[in-house]
């Protein structure tokens, strides 16, 4: 039988695991973290490629303790031109959730539309209307992290040109070299493989042969919180890729995200 002292010591734990670990997903993959009830999330982000920023300011909002819903609005600067991207929104429900002392264990199903807002609307590359269904699980602790995620996403163009559609995979794993108390500043490092297949395009309805593929990339990133602050950043190298699509072009992310 266990004490009084170890069951509270054991609770006591377990919110500190949920107090540090909210917010704590993967850098470029997705991870299964729903906010609580009316809690809101808020982040501002950099994304850097070789030809073009994107600029972005995200929010959610926890409906309960299994609904979150969010929206994403980017800013895209390309040389001289700056202007609005597309729109993205999201809904995460958490189908399943294991905590235990000093771990917590998750399931979440994943939905996302993103809409042509693009002021570049004249580009076949941003002219796209794409929905995205997803299912996302991790397993976190005090001191090891593992997240998984893979998606589907169905991509309209509205014109000629049809793109495939795109099945994303994602594994990282992560670590906490140092258990700090939440009181305390909190370093994870995060390593990430993404893997991106794309169909084959379609033109005039007639199929590209030449066209889709795979991708593999991988990511080293960090996450560094306070409370309900955290910064986190990555840089992601394409490592791999198939006949028919572009490896993917280096990469680099930043952000700075606040819970309250």
Known sequence: MRTKTQIVIMLFSCIMLWKSAM??????????????MHLSGI???????????????AYSYGINQNWTIGAKF??????????FGNMLIKIKYAL???????AIKRLTAIAAVKLPTSDRSQNLSTNITAATLGLANGYESRRWYYFSSVTYTFISTGNNLQQGNILNYNLAGGIRPIKTPYTKPDLVFLIELNGRYSGKSKLNNETVTQSGGNTLAIAPGFLFSYRNLMLKGGIQFGITNTKYISKKQTNGLISLEYHF
């Open 23 to 36: 917010g704590h997903e993967p850098i470029y993959g997705l991870g299964p973290e729903t906010l609580s």
């Open 43 to 57: 982040e501002f982000g950099s994304h850097f490629f070789q030809s073009e920023t994107e600029y972005y300011l």
């Open 74 to 83: 980017p800013f895209i600067s390309s040389g001289s031109q700056f202007g």
């Open 96 to 102: 399943w959730r294991k905590t235990q002392p000093g």
